[in-house]
């Protein structure tokens, strides 16, 4: 007889049973280079004021369940236009999510999400754990979009979804808004610009909201310096917004984000300072390892770097590069390809000036010993 666990185990979806849950690595006593975090911490009297704040958090009493205060604050801080609507995530990931959900529907094998390749894990990841088929269009050799596979994608699949992130991430670059423009016009459906890294861009479709009623914009605080908060928020046209809005769950946005969130919003500037640091930082970053022998770098628009360890290197394994560069008290990104687009590539978030400091001499010993 088969026992309570075995069945339990056995109606779990095969798709669930076949995935590998999301790895993050154990930077314990580590500089950390690998998550695409703000460096920065908030200023010691900033700091003293969102105690206050959280420490009168009614923790007792369930949250404002639309973020109403939060919202607000949202929509002006983020320059979305007034004709639309906002809804708040748990993270980009939900929003992600909710998304899929909206346009799953299990008696039609047809219905797809398109994204791009290499490009954001979840986006698969989601389609997949939702019961929805994923189509990842391989980029040109250079991180561009191929532009006639897209239009014949599209044509062929009338994806329900198209996510784009802009700049993307792994390759940390920004589309060209020309080919962008085109696939909004040609979409059947929904376009989601993932915006996640728009600090670092300074190119952004938030304002192009009122050219097209299929785009939405997708942002995050958590590039912005609030990681920790798990906050995201879709941008668009209110009817579509309004869909969405109702597989949100209730309360998604707990108390202590709603006051932490609203408070750094009340002090933006702070964060945007922090950005623009971090802008700095990527170009002095960008130089000195561009001027390492061994090492293709390539461009950068967010807050990260994407870099080839050459086969012609004196250490041409990228594995033992990052290997190194753990020993030596830095841990950075392990692509883990051995062919395709990330081939031999490593992925270095920008840090403080000691930070990318530390980096770029462990990088230089990885590479010359």
């Given at each position: 007889m088969?026992?309570?666990?075995k ?23 580590l500089?950390?280079l ?6 920065y ?10 105690q206050?704040?959280?420490?009168a ?12 205060a ?36 299990h008696n ?6 398109m ?20 189509v ?49 016009s ?10 996640a ?5 300074q190119t952004?479709?938030?304002r ?9 914009v997708?942002?995050t ?14 941008c ?17 946005i ?5 006051i ?10 702070i964060?945007?300072?922090?950005a ?45 590069v ?10 950075i ?8 687009l990330?081939?031999?590539?490593l ?16 990088l ?5 010993s």
């Amino acid at each position: 007889m088969n026992s309570p666990l075995k069945n339990s185990l056995r109606l779990i979806r095969e798709v669930v049973r076949q995935a590998r849950a999301y790895h993050v690595a154990d930077a314990s006593g580590l500089i950390k280079l690998d998550a695409m975090e703000n460096p920065y911490n908030l200023p010691d009297d900033l700091r003293r004021k969102l105690q206050e704040k959280l420490g009168a958090a009614e923790l007792n009493r369930y949250p404002d369940p639309a973020a109403a205060a939060l919202r607000k604050k949202l929509l002006q801080v983020m320059q979305v236009p007034e004709s639309k609507s906002i809804v708040l995530g748990n993270g980009s990931d939900e929003l992600i999510q909710m998304l899929a959900m909206a346009v799953a529907d299990h008696n039609n094998s047809d219905i797809c999400v398109m994204s791009f390749e290499p490009g954001f894990v979840m986006y698969k990841i989601i389609a997949d754990f939702v019961g929805i088929n994923y189509v990842g269009i391989p980029l040109n050799d250079d991180f561009s979009l191929d532009m006639p596979a897209t239009r014949l994608a599209i044509a062929q699949l009338k994806p329900a979804l198209i996510f784009i992130a802009y700049p993307n991430n792994p390759s940390a670059n920004c589309y060209r808004e020309l080919d962008i423009e085109e696939i909004i016009s040609l979409a059947p459906s929904m376009v989601i610009l993932d915006e996640a890294y728009h600090p670092f861009a300074q190119t952004s479709f938030m304002r192009r909201l009122t050219e097209f009623d299929n785009l939405l914009v997708m942002r995050t605080v958590s590039k912005l310096g609030l990681a920790g908060l798990r906050l995201g928020l879709l941008c668009g046209h209110p009817d579509i917004i309004n869909e969405i809005d109702k597989i949100r769950l209730p309360y998604n946005i707990n108390v202590l984000t709603q006051i932490a969130a609203g408070f750094m919003l009340d002090n933006v500037e702070i964060l945007n300072q922090q950005a623009k640091s971090i802008r700095e930082q990527r170009s002095r970053l960008l130089n000195a390892m561009r001027a390492i022998p061994g090492l293709e770098v390539f461009p950068s628009q967010a807050n990260f770097i994407l870099f080839r360890v050459l086969d012609n290197a004196k250490n041409n394994s990228a594995n033992d590069v990052f290997e190194s560069i753990k020993r030596s008290g830095v841990l950075i990104k392990n692509m883990r390809a051995d062919s395709g687009l990330l081939r031999n590539c490593l992925r270095v978030t920008v840090g403080t000036a000691e930070e990318n400091q530390a980096f770029l001499d462990a990088l230089e010993k990885a590479v010359n010993s």
